[in-house]
């Protein structure tokens, strides 16, 4: 039997409940093989790229989507007495932030977003399940808050704060990834961010944001980009049928300059 007509076979017989465990179970095996929808830091890899990165780069930590201190509370145990700025617009999320890293000396931590320019935005958040807030409505079962909240350029604070490098940029922001990219333009620019963390998943769907769009943003600047892993980096070797799968993935783009010292800890892919 030729090789479309399995393919036929068994999409015709898709209601039989046995396929159907099957298929769900194939697909969560999946994610699980794909390192997707895994969101424990200290476990799907986040941690181990935060180390590698900071052991080897100096600078200031960035933590742009800080929500209530989940990610910055991991990297705290990685980074020594660095300096770590923390941005989290949203109020009730701020105070909790507060109350978990507020008594931290090196812990910077600002009440607003990063984007491409300063301004207030509308912005929804999610009371019951706050990593869900976002600056894009959808269309799902959670209940959701309009509020305004005030974005900052991040080369401007760069800038303000008299910031001269930064090891590491993590980017949680559920859909304004690119935005806050180009908000640091002129600072990747100068060289001044060895590797920026971000995520790519659902809420891209709607900003119309593909993987491509980060691949080639970072290319422009001389960064490559890897996939996050649980014990290591795997180059990615962009192929459009594979990669745009808005799942939910981290990466981690990597200076070039800084790959090289990297070699032996980057996987190919």
């Known amino acids: 039997m030729k090789r479309d007509q399995i393919r036929a076979s068994i999409a015709s017989r898709r209601n039989n409940p046995v396929l159907r465990y099957i298929a769900r179970g194939a697909e969560k095996y999946l994610r699980a093989y794909n390192n997707q929808r895994n969101w424990d830091a200290k476990f799907n890899g986040e941690a181990h790229a935060l180390r590698l990165i900071t052991s080897r780069c100096e600078g200031d930590i960035i933590d742009v989507g800080a929500n209530e201190g989940q990610w910055a509370s991991m990297a705290l145990e990685a980074i020594s007495d660095r300096q770590l700025h923390c941005f989290e617009p949203a109020g009730s999320n701020f105070e909790t932030l507060c109350q978990n890293l507020g008594s931290r000396p090196n812990v910077v931590l600002n009440k607003f977003g990063l984007g491409e320019e300063t301004k207030d935005i509308e912005f929804n958040f999610y009371p019951d399940s706050p990593t869900r807030s976002t600056a894009f409505f959808v269309e799902d079962r959670y209940k959701k808050e309009r509020i305004s909240v005030s974005i900052v350029r991040g080369d401007d604070y760069v800038s303000q ?19 806050v990219l180009r908000g640091f333009a002129g600072t990747m620019k100068a060289g001044k961010i060895q590797a920026v963390q971000f995520e790519h998943g659902q809420y891209h769907i709607i900003t119309r944001h593909f993987l491509k769009d980060f691949v080639d943003l970072f290319r422009a600047s001389h960064y490559g980009v890897f996939r996050i892993l649980p014990h290591g980096l795997q180059a990615l070797h962009y192929d459009v049928e594979s990669d745009e799968r808005f799942t939910g993935e981290n990466f981690l783009a990597v200076r070039d300059d800084i790959q090289r010292e990297l070699r032996g800890s980057l996987r190919p892919g």
Not at 161 to 177: A, C, N, P, Q, T
């Open 161 to 179: 704060k008299d910031i001269h490098k930064i090891s590491f940029l993590k980017i949680d922001v559920e859909g304004m990834e690119i935005e």
